[in-house]
């Protein structure tokens, strides 16, 4: 059985924030900072590593190159497939590791997404497992409910879909790490998706507001400017509503 890949990682491959970078550190000339992260990390044959923490960083290092630094769809690719092969070396070394499981999957969905093929069921029970085992080993890991509930609510029943619980993963996501912009927004769009245009202006309106954003690039780049549209579109809704 197969299933349009656009469908199954829809807003969950897209992007999928690395929940050790240390956001409050950020150098001024982020993103093009990293590349200077991953030469020292090469310089330092961190690919080779035993360490699963290097491995770990070395994997996150490639998800935030792929979501913020590269442009053009195969660097972003192979950013994201290097990513998938470093956090299964982590895995490899350490399997109970909650964030090289995240890693995995967030490689592997967005990697898939870009390529714009068609998921086999494998391959969606692949991304699914180690967002499951993720949440297993850590259950308030908030980027990986995130995408737990993106999955569950974009996944046909057949494949376990469940908007209900999809909806309550998102939720739960937002309210362990308010901050979190790229989860509120995904939120906001649930709620319009279920005729609640009270509850996404709330969301909406939050990060508009925000002041101290989990991923302030992603948050400066893309919620933020994504968030203002959807608010002009649904006040004018609102306005021309009986």
Known sequence: MTVALSLLVLCVSIRCENILADTSIQPPDYPQSLHRELKALLDAHAADSNDADTLIRLAGLYLDMGDNLFNDTPSRIGAYEEGVRIARRALDIREADA????????????????????????????????????????????????????????????????????????????????????????????????????????????????????????????????????????????????
Request: proline share 5%.
């Open 99 to 242: 964030q090289a499981h995240f890693l995995y999957a967030a490689n592997l969905g967005s990697a898939m997404n870009l390529k714009g093929v068609v998921a086999s069921a494998f391959g969606v029970r692949d991304l699914k497992a180690h967002t499951v085992r993720t949440l297993e080993l850590k259950k308030d890991h908030a980027p990986a409910l995130h995408m737990m509930g993106m999955l569950l609510e974009e996944l046909p029943r057949l494949l376990g879909g469940d908007r209900t619980a999809g909806l309550a993963h998102v939720q739960r996501a937002v309210s362990i790490s308010p901050g979190f912009t790229h989860a509120r927004l995904d939120l906001a769009k649930m709620y319009l998706k279920r005729n609640d245009a009270e509850g996404a202006k709330r969301e909406l309106l939050a990060i508009v507001a925000m002041d101290r954003p989990t991923y302030p690039y992603a948050w400066r780049h893309r919620d933020k400017p994504e968030a203002e549209q959807l608010l002009k579109s649904l006040d004018s809704t609102m306005r021309v509503a009986p």
